[in-house]
């Protein structure tokens, strides 16, 4: 589940950039920048916390504490999904 939420994370994080990209070259200011820099904070921690990327660079699992792995996953993709619905609208 935890693959599943941080993958998942990270395609709209990815999504999200690029729209606050094109929102900063169209509308530069303090505002746009700051989503801008908050949507890659957002990515660096998904990024960061992906099971997956932690095989690539050779790192050990973390300790499987059940569902309280994803959990916070889960919420990050939720303000994720708030961010990205925000933006569209």
């Known amino acids: 589940m935890e693959v599943f939420f941080t993958t998942l994370n990270l395609v709209l994080l990815?999504?999200?950039?690029?729209i606050y990209v094109q929102l900063y070259r169209d509308l530069p200011n303090k505002y746009t920048a700051s989503l801008l820099v908050l949507s890659l904070a957002l990515f660096l921690y998904a990024f960061s916390s992906n099971p997956l990327v932690h095989n690539i660079f050779g790192f050990?699992?973390?300790?499987?504490i059940g569902a309280f792995?994803?959990?916070?996953?889960?919420?990050?993709g939720l303000a994720i999904l708030v961010l990205l619905y925000q933006s569209q609208t």
């Open 14 to 18: 990815v999504v999200l950039l690029a």
């Open 60 to 64: 050990r699992p973390r300790p499987n």
């Open 69 to 76: 792995v994803f959990i916070p996953d889960f919420f990050i």
